[in-house]
């Protein structure tokens, strides 16, 4: 591989800001992309795919670079260096370059692979708490796992096509795709293509949503005509989901805490053809009580550490704070207490997350369940997915249902 100067030079001002300025990668990767509009499919595969993979790998090649925080300028060269030496790549004869030591490169990578925390790139407390929560055999399989690149899924609209159809259509576009049964609504692309700039994702023939996310609304079990809440909406990719199996019939409310999440949920709606979403704003306690025994189904998709998506968001390894994961299990806490109240007995409740530990999961069902009102809930089924057995994300989804 030939480095281009243009764009080894967008990698570095991406890893600049996030790095140094607490940028997001994948706002960086948007931000970077836009550049340049002569760039093609090569050009653009480049730039996102070293600046993730760089992000990903940032403990091991600081630590090979010999570079700290705050990093210069040159810091992210070296590192940049670092990655280039260790991928085989020739380095051109530029002033960033000179005296790379590439010996010395390969012998400290062979030398620090044999430590976990450095071979996966994780902080200390990371590995120390993943290590505590699923033991030393089950995470090292996990975090190996969360450092391969995540696969491009997309969810099909079945209110707008089928996925034979839409297998075909992609087809057309010399984008090859994949069927899993355990998936039914999924279609697994064989190699990364760039979809939204598709008609058919204009269209809205499909959401893209991981496969281990899309198992989540079929355990919720919605019929058409139901009313069903989504308690933590986002930017609405369960909605959508939830939508589709209810046939566009029935009500959803869809809630969040930030109307920014709800103004892209209206977008995907409109883009989707999904009618029957009711759009609510949690800003005091009145909206949820208001729908008190009042719903069929109620999907919590919990806030939490996200351990489970890392492979999708490789600079959370180094955001996240051991006092974060703290706090966020008393919010889970707060909203399974909270939110449970509008199931209607004999209703339905999911609680879900994209965390692999189980004090964010089973741990938190079984206090639920033992707080005076849920013990109004029975436990039926829960799912424990973790990426190195099924390939895709880590996901946790558990259902309930209210008999008193």
């Given at each position: 591989?030939?480095?281009?100067?243009?764009?080894?030079?967008?990698?570095?001002?991406?890893?600049?800001?996030?790095?140094?300025?607490?940028?997001?990668?994948?706002?960086?990767?948007?931000k970077?992309?836009?550049?340049?509009?002569?760039?093609?499919?090569?050009?653009?595969k480049?730039?996102?795919?070293?600046?993730?993979?760089?992000?990903?790998?940032?403990?091991?090649?600081?630590?090979i670079?010999?570079?700290?925080?705050?990093?210069?300028?040159?810091?992210?060269?070296?590192?940049?260096?670092?990655?280039?030496?260790?991928?085989?790549?020739?380095?051109?004869?530029?002033?960033?370059f000179?005296?790379?030591?590439?010996?010395?490169i390969?012998g400290?990578?062979?030398?620090?692979?044999?430590?976990?925390?450095?071979?996966?790139?994780?902080?200390?407390?990371?590995?120390?708490?993943?290590?505590?929560?699923?033991?030393?055999?089950?995470?090292?399989?996990?975090?190996?796992?969360?450092?391969q690149?995540?696969?491009?899924?997309?969810?099909?609209?079945?209110?707008?096509?089928?996925?034979?159809?839409?297998?075909?259509?992609?087809?057309?576009?010399?984008?090859e795709?994949?069927?899993?049964?355990k998936?039914?609504?999924?279609?697994?692309?064989?190699?990364?293509?760039?979809?939204?700039?598709?008609?058919?994702?204009?269209?809205?023939?499909?959401?893209?949503?991981d496969?281990?996310?899309?198992?989540?609304?079929?355990?919720?079990?919605?019929k058409?005509?139901m009313?069903v809440?989504?308690?933590?909406?986002?930017?609405?990719?369960?909605?959508?989901?939830?939508?589709?199996?209810?046939?566009?019939?029935?009500?959803?409310?869809a809630?969040?805490?930030?109307?920014?999440?709800?103004?892209?949920?209206?977008?995907?709606?409109k883009?989707?053809?999904?009618?029957?979403?009711?759009?609510?704003?949690?800003?005091?306690?009145?909206?949820?009580?208001?729908?008190?025994?009042?719903a069929?189904?109620?999907?919590?998709?919990?806030?939490?550490?996200?351990?489970?998506?890392?492979?999708?968001?490789?600079?959370?390894?180094?955001?996240?704070?051991?006092?974060?994961?703290?706090?966020?299990?008393?919010?889970?806490?707060?909203?399974?207490?909270?939110?449970?109240k509008?199931?209607?007995?004999?209703?339905?409740?999911?609680?879900?997350?994209?965390?692999?530990?189980?004090?964010?999961?089973?741990?938190?069902?079984?206090?639920?369940?033992?707080?005076?009102?849920?013990?109004?809930?029975?436990?039926?089924?829960?799912?424990?997915?973790?990426?190195?057995?099924?390939?895709?994300?880590?996901?946790?989804?558990?259902?309930?249902?209210?008999?008193?």
């Amino acid at each position: 591989m030939r480095l281009h100067r243009n764009l080894v030079f967008t990698v570095i001002d991406s890893l600049v800001a996030v790095f140094n300025e607490g940028a997001y990668a994948d706002k960086e990767v948007a931000k970077a992309l836009k550049k340049d509009t002569r760039w093609g499919a090569k050009d653009r595969k480049f730039v996102a795919e070293t600046i993730y993979e760089i992000v990903r790998w940032k403990r091991l090649y600081t630590e090979i670079a010999e570079v700290k925080e705050p990093y210069t300028r040159d810091d992210v060269w070296r590192v940049f260096a670092v990655w280039a030496v260790l991928r085989g790549i020739s380095l051109p004869d530029w002033k960033y370059f000179e005296n790379t030591p590439e010996r010395r490169i390969k012998g400290r990578f062979d030398e620090l692979s044999k430590v976990r925390k450095m071979r996966e790139s994780i902080p200390d407390w990371m590995d120390e708490l993943g290590v505590q929560e699923l033991g030393e055999e089950v995470w090292t399989k996990e975090l190996a796992a969360q450092n391969q690149q995540a696969h491009v899924v997309l969810r099909v609209n079945t209110l707008k096509t089928t996925k034979q159809k839409l297998r075909a259509q992609l087809m057309d576009l010399d984008i090859e795709t994949v069927f899993d049964d355990k998936y039914p609504d999924a279609l697994i692309l064989k190699e990364r293509a760039n979809v939204f700039m598709t008609p058919l994702f204009k269209e809205g023939l499909f959401e893209v949503q991981d496969a281990s996310s899309q198992k989540v609304v079929p355990l919720l079990d919605v019929k058409p005509g139901m009313r069903v809440v989504d308690t933590c909406a986002g930017a609405g990719g369960k909605t959508l989901h939830i939508a589709a199996k209810m046939e566009n019939k029935g009500q959803i409310i869809a809630m969040d805490l930030y109307e920014s999440k709800q103004k892209q949920l209206k977008i995907r709606a409109k883009r989707n053809s999904v009618h029957n979403v009711e759009y609510r704003i949690i800003d005091s306690t009145k909206v949820i009580k208001k729908l008190h025994d009042k719903a069929d189904r109620v999907l919590i998709d919990a806030p939490c550490s996200g351990l489970g998506v890392l492979k999708r968001n490789p600079d959370s390894k180094w955001k996240l704070q051991p006092e974060f994961i703290e706090n966020i299990k008393k919010t889970q806490q707060e909203v399974l207490e909270n939110y449970s109240k509008m199931v209607k007995v004999g209703g339905k409740l999911v609680y879900a997350t994209c965390s692999v530990l189980p004090s964010e999961n089973e741990k938190q069902i079984e206090k639920f369940l033992k707080t005076e009102f849920g013990q109004n809930f029975t436990f039926i089924k829960d799912e424990k997915v973790l990426a190195h057995q099924s390939g895709f994300d880590g996901f946790y989804m558990c259902l309930m249902e209210r008999t008193k």
